[in-house]
């Protein structure tokens, strides 16, 4: 069973900044597919990030420019920078692993913006 252990959640002030970070067990160089999604209470959960190995990456366009998704596949960690941060991106965020039609969840970390 892999396991994605997520860290680096808490409460910020709008305008601030967070990292989140994502250790996988299962070496991420067999993981092609690393993304962040967030959920937010009461709304779907919602891709935000994705980086694929080689480096590729997409965001979705909310968070453009002020995210910054960033896998270090010899540490088996992916992460989340998170910059000018809006009260709109409070949320769980849960890290994701997708190799074929394997998928892995993270439990997710709370991510809480004042204004």
Do not use: H
């Not at 995210?67 to 949320?91: C, H, V, W």
């Amino acid at each position: 069973q892999v396991q994605l252990v997520e860290s680096g959640g808490g409460l910020v002030q709008a305008g601030g900044s967070l990292r989140l970070s994502c250790v996988s067990s299962r070496s991420m160089y067999t993981i092609p597919v690393m993304s962040w999604f967030r959920q937010a209470a009461g709304n779907q959960r919602e891709l935000i990030a994705t980086q694929i190995v080689g480096g590729d990456t997409e965001y979705v366009e909310s968070v453009k420019g002020r995210f910054t998704i960033s896998r270090d596949d010899p540490k088996n960690t992916l992460s989340l920078q998170m910059n000018s941060l809006k009260s709109e991106d409070t949320a769980v965020y849960f890290c994701y692993g997708r190799a074929g039609n394997t998928e892995m969840w993270g439990q997710g970390t709370q991510v809480t913006v004042s204004s």
